[in-house]
């Protein structure tokens, strides 16, 4: 027997996938033959997902880029304006602290007045357990917008 027939019958039963010319004529390993896979119909290309996959972690590998140093003057403009933002904020902290301790002042005062062990006293000295106060301001992360209705925007399901 030659060296090429030792080796066919002597190899796994992987090599009946080569190439029949790579199996009978050559002496060296032989190279496997890659099968075509069949797409599906509806199935999506293969690439498009790696591509936005490398989109995103391009875009969240991206250097840090920081903002030109502004000059002088805008420096300048910048800081005058946070300086008076600051003040402004402020005033409008220390007003609105002013006013609810003189509103405390004025109760405990009225309380006071009431005459002793009379109903009145003791409905103004119950703790009120209700909601908070409609007129009372929410906290919102956006200051409101003008004009702006969110039922529009609202998602309502009408199962």
């Not at 300086?83 to 005062?109: P, W």
Request: aromatic content about 6%.
């Amino acid at each position: 027997m030659t060296f090429s027939l030792l080796l066919r019958h002597s190899r796994p039963l992987s090599r009946q996938f080569l190439a029949p010319s790579q199996r009978l004529l050559s002496d060296e390993p032989a190279k496997p033959v890659t099968k075509v896979k069949k797409k599906k119909k509806g199935q999506k290309k293969e690439g498009v997902g790696d591509r936005n996959l490398d989109l995103i972690l391009r875009a969240l590998d991206a250097p840090i880029t920081e903002p030109p140093k502004p000059d002088e003057e805008e420096a300048r403009r910048n800081y005058e304006i946070g300086r008076n933002y600051v003040i402004g904020m402020f005033e409008q902290h220390n007003a609105h602290n002013h006013d609810l301790a003189c509103k405390i002042k004025l109760k405990e005062f009225a309380i006071k007045m009431l005459p002793r062990n009379s109903k009145l006293k003791e409905e103004a000295l119950k703790e009120d357990s209700s909601s908070p106060p409609l007129w009372r301001p929410i906290p919102n992360y956006t200051p409101p917008i003008p004009g702006f209705d969110p039922s529009v925007f609202a998602n309502l399901d009408d199962d």
